[in-house]
């Protein structure tokens, strides 16, 4: 049976929406750039504390597998058989930055521990598995540009483990003003649902931007 | 001392980013690991720089930590009687 | 089957793999004490790559250096020297490249740094220039997964082999230190002042390092014959537990393990290169997770203690080393390694010895909570099939 994806998300820093439909959510509230992350947590009513401890790459990351998983049952019970799978362009660079600017002059030296455990990519898939108990495999690939065609083929490699039933395959992108993600909840034997194929995810990618703009 | 033990409050919310945590409701004696406030590893970490950077105590053994970071009276006593900021 | 082709190690023992294994056999360690560089305010206890060495190595190779970065240059003197070892033709629409480092030139992002190209500090940018370098048409893939990368980089090989597409992947993995990296690690108070003693009962900590190793891979469509080393099966399982500590009971490691033994007897494996990085947590993370995998008497080392910590090179760099010595029938000894302690005791190598099994497997742990294991074979020779 072919793989299908059975929700979508995307998250940026002014909307966010759920298989393509923007969520009520405090669109109109957010009126400060930054804390649009904070009030979409608050409106979803997730007690995880944790939450305000993660950098923006990873809470970007982590919503976006709780507007897709918040519905699921049942949940927090661990399995080896769901991936998280994530690309982006600029690596940990918005967190990265920090630290340096932490390090940068010799006089106030005084590098954070909680800053630097989040300036490697995957703690955002890491956080993901956390929440979610999901012990199954956990990547991230960095490459040059959002594509369809590779966020395909990198969710397909983790399909490669036969432990695999479901991969949750994400464009998390944070740097240089940009703040988007892009996450799929891909299953291998999905019964219903979206054809997992790069014309696929490329449309739902598009006309979900397009929402955006 | 109850003033340093506000700050030290204060500064523990800021640093370790407690969102939905009020100063009024950390008990002074209340222990700051383990249920109290969910604090993990990476948190006393973070309070070795924060005892650093704001009071220029320098720990070197973590271990130490544990004992310091029991509560937060504990916490303000320590810095009281080491600070050197 | 996937098939090893060529390799190459470049490290503070050497630019080849030869230099580095014979410094392994014979226990020696490329740590020791630096004074302070990279704007460091104290000496550094690391395994460093002479940069004197590079330049003149890579100067002697190529006849441009095009405004490379030492990390670069390091990725494609080793990349360079594992293909000429395989004799594969890079520029071949069928060779992908891997390419896997936590960190890249992240010290770029210093203000002290001259950046006439700022696009340096983009991985996927770093794992283009090796693939220009060589003509190399297709698009890498560019994997970035804490300490577990160079394992990572080497399940995505497997796969993109055995997916048809390629006939070579060559996976490198590199990283230099700065002082981005070391700041951190020593806000996380997991550095030792001393070299690192990987299983020790008085293990203090880590020591960092720099690398850049190159394994070439190929896929033959035959079956294993004597001499081939082959790379069997590989997993990546999460801890789902904590992004820095590792988990108490080492569930990621443990199902990674389990993955990858359904089909092999345990009494098979030659050894298991351990991350052992020498920090008290990670190092009984794995030893929990090796004896509930039934491992315990498996005979198991750490080369944290020739190397240091090379981060996203470890994977590579260790498979590398591990791989020969199955193809040797060697147990390499753990640098640094006298006595066990703790709870949990493994069959810790603390010299070298000769084994005639067939399998090995290595064993990495990453931030994120992310664990990977590897399962090596070498074809001694033809053997009857047991299960006919």
Redesign the interface.
């Known amino acids: 049976m072919p793989q299908s994806i059975k929700r979508y998300s995307y998250i940026t820093d002014r909307l966010a929406l759920v298989d393509g439909k923007t969520l009520p959510v405090a669109a109109a509230e957010a009126t400060e750039e930054g804390n649009f992350l904070t009030l979409l947590y608050r409106s979803l009513g997730i007690d995880y504390p944790k939450f305000f401890k993660m950098d923006s790459l990873s809470k970007l990351g982590f919503l976006a597998s709780e507007l897709i998983l918040k519905d699921e049952s049942p949940r927090f019970t661990p399995r080896e058989d769901v991936a998280v799978v994530c690309l982006n362009r600029s690596s940990s660079l918005s967190t990265d930055v920090q630290h340096q600017a932490s390090i940068q002059h010799e006089d106030s030296c005084y590098p954070s521990p909680s800053v630097f455990v989040y300036t490697l990519p995957n703690i955002v898939a890491g956080e993901i598995a956390i929440r979610n108990k999901l012990l199954g495999e956990t990547s991230f690939y960095v490459c040059r540009e959002w594509s369809a065609q590779l966020l395909l083929r990198m969710a397909s490699l983790s399909f490669c483990d036969a432990c695999t039933r479901a991969v949750l395959a994400a464009w998390v992108e944070r740097f240089d003003g940009v703040s988007e993600a892009f996450m799929m909840l891909v299953e291998r034997d999905g019964l219903s649902g979206i054809p997992f194929s790069a014309e696929h995810v490329e449309m739902l990618y598009q006309n979900t931007k397009t929402q955006n703009t | 001392m109850e003033e340093l033990i506000l700050q030290l409050k204060q500064e523990i919310i800021k640093?370790?980013?407690?969102?939905?945590v009020k100063p009024e409701t950390i008990a002074d004696d209340a222990p700051l690991f383990g249920d109290g406030l969910?604090l993990?590893?990476?948190?006393a970490?973070?309070l070795?720089?924060l005892m650093?950077?704001t009071y220029g105590i320098k720990l070197e053994d973590?271990a130490r930590g544990r004992e310091i970071f029991k509560s937060i009276r504990v916490m303000a006593e320590y810095i009281h009687a080491n600070r050197r900021k | 089957m996937i098939a090893w082709a060529g390799d190459n190690i470049i490290s503070s023992l050497g630019f080849t793999t030869e230099a580095c294994y014979r410094s392994v056999e014979a226990g020696r360690s490329g740590v020791r004490l630096h004074s302070p560089f990279m704007g460091l305010a104290e000496p550094l206890m690391a395994s460093l790559i002479d940069r004197e060495q590079l330049n003149d190595s890579f100067a002697a190779a190529y006849s441009s250096s095009d405004g490379y970065t030492a990390l670069e240059k390091a990725a494609i003197l080793s990349v360079g020297r594992a293909a000429a070892q395989a004799q594969v033709d890079l520029s071949d629409p069928g060779v992908l490249l891997v390419f896997s480092s936590t960190k890249g030139n992240v010290h770029l992002l210093d203000e002290n740094e001259s950046q006439p190209h700022r696009e340096h500090i983009y991985l996927w940018h770093t794992a283009r220039l090796i693939a220009e370098r060589f003509k190399n048409p297709n698009e890498p893939v560019a994997i970035s997964n804490a300490c577990i990368s160079g394992g990572c980089a080497q399940i995505v090989a497997m796969r993109e082999l055995e997916s048809g597409l390629y006939h070579h992947v060559v996976v490198v993995g590199v990283e230099m230190l700065s002082k981005f990296i070391v700041s951190g690690f020593q806000s996380l108070k997991a550095l030792s002042p001393e070299p690192c003693r990987p299983f020790d009962a008085a293990r203090a900590g880590l020591n960092l390092g720099e690398a850049a190793a190159t394994i070439v891979y190929q896929r033959v469509d035959r079956e294993e014959k004597s001499g081939d080393v082959a790379l069997l099966r590989g997993a990546v399982r999460n801890d789902a537990n904590h992004i820095s500590g590792p988990s108490r009971t080492g569930e990621g490691s443990l199902l990674a393990l389990q993955a990858l033994l359904r089909e092999v007897a345990r009494s098979d494996v030659a050894f298991i290169n351990a991350h052992g990085t020498a920090t008290a947590y990670n190092d009984d993370m794995e030893a929990t997770a090796i004896t509930r995998a039934g491992l315990h008497a498996t005979a198991v080392n750490s080369l944290k203690g020739n190397f240091g910590h090379t981060l996203g090179a470890a994977g590579v760099l260790e498979s590398i080393i591990s791989a020969h010595a199955l193809k040797r029938g060697a147990l390499l000894p753990t640098c640094g390694f006298k006595a066990g302690g703790g709870e949990l005791r493994l069959n810790v190598l603390d010299k070298a010895g000769r084994t005639e099994k067939p399998y090995c497997i290595k064993m990495l742990s990453g931030f994120g909570g992310c664990n990977a294991a590897l399962l090596f074979k070498y074809v001694k020779e033809e053997r009857p099939c047991r299960n006919p």
């Not at chain 2, 993990?40 to 948190?43: E, F, G, L, R």
């Open positions: 640093v370790l980013n407690l969102e939905d969910g993990d590893s990476i948190d970490l973070e070795i720089v650093e950077k973590p």
